[in-house]
């Protein structure tokens, strides 16, 4: 991952994560999540940064954060075959009315 920042789309950091999550079962998932999230979140910054405006400056939130914790559920729902992110040792995102994922799109 720490190689991988630098160069790849925050969509391939979620998918890479999520197969080193699958593939490798880290010690510590939760704190390699931590670790990478901005990475990872970047391309949902920049959607919102497009629909808003060039000018517009978008900070870090947790809704943000919490529609890439939907993406990463989803690439290792497919990678491992239909088991969740809570059998890797990963908490499972959860949306209140307000903030379900591309509810500020």
Same mark, same amino acid.
């Given at each position: 991952?720490? #190689?991988?920042? $630098?160069?790849?789309?925050?969509? #391939?950091?979620?998918?890479?994560?999520?197969? !080193?999550?699958?593939?490798?079962?880290?010690?510590?998932?939760?704190?390699?999540?931590?670790?990478?999230?901005?990475?990872?979140?970047?391309?949902?910054?920049?959607?919102?940064?497009?629909?808003?405006?060039?000018?517009?400056?978008?900070?870090?939130? *947790?809704?943000? *954060?919490? #529609?890439?914790?939907?993406?990463?559920?989803?690439? !290792?729902?497919? !990678?491992?075959?239909?088991?969740?992110?809570?059998?890797?040792?990963?908490?499972?995102?959860?949306? #209140? $009315?307000?903030?379900?994922?591309?509810?500020?799109?």
């Amino acid at each position: 991952m720490e #190689e991988a920042v $630098s160069i790849a789309t925050a969509n #391939e950091l979620q998918e890479l994560f999520a197969v !080193i999550i699958v593939f490798c079962m880290p010690p510590n998932p939760m704190k390699l999540r931590e670790r990478f999230k901005y990475g990872m979140t970047y391309d949902v910054h920049r959607q919102i940064q497009l629909q808003f405006g060039s000018n517009t400056v978008i900070n870090f939130s *947790y809704s943000v *954060y919490k #529609e890439c914790l939907l993406r990463i559920q989803t690439q !290792i729902h497919l !990678i491992a075959n239909g088991r969740g992110q809570a059998e890797f040792g990963l908490s499972v995102p959860t949306f #209140e $009315s307000k903030d379900k994922p591309g509810g500020f799109f």
